[in-house]
Nanobody, 121 residues
């Protein structure tokens, strides 16, 4: 059974940093992408960043480019999201999932439980 577990969220002041982790288990192999997504209260879930497990190719939403960095440790089956210069508008529940878009991730159906990130002004 494929499982994804996020950790690392918390409360931080604006300008601060957090590192989120997404640990996967039950993967058999092959090419796949792991995405980070977020959902703020009253808003739709949105893509934040994505990384390919084989080629390491990365993508970022414009709103987080140059502030967030996604990376992976395939041996540990872990994907990280380093978040720097956090802003209050980054406040959301952050999820990892298989897939780079919400539509693909929903179709595949492998989501973590989410971790809360709160940025105070």
């Amino acid at each position: 059974e494929v499982q994804l577990v996020e950790s690392g969220g918390g409360l931080v002041q604006a300008g601060g940093s957090l590192r989120l982790s997404c640990v996967g288990s039950g993967f058999i192999g092959g090419d796949y992408n792991i995405g980070w997504f977020r959902q703020a209260p009253g808003k739709e879930r949105e893509e934040v960043s994505c990384i390919g497990n084989r080629d390491g190719a990365t993508k970022y939403a414009d709103s987080v480019k140059d502030r967030f960095t996604i990376s992976s440790d395939n041996a540990k089956k872990t994907v990280y999201l380093q978040m720097n210069r956090l802003k209050p508008e980054d406040t959301a529940v952050y999820y990892c999932a298989i897939g780079c878009s919400v539509a693909i991730a929903n179709n595949l159906g492998y989501w973590g439980q989410g971790t809360q990130v709160t940025v105070s002004s």
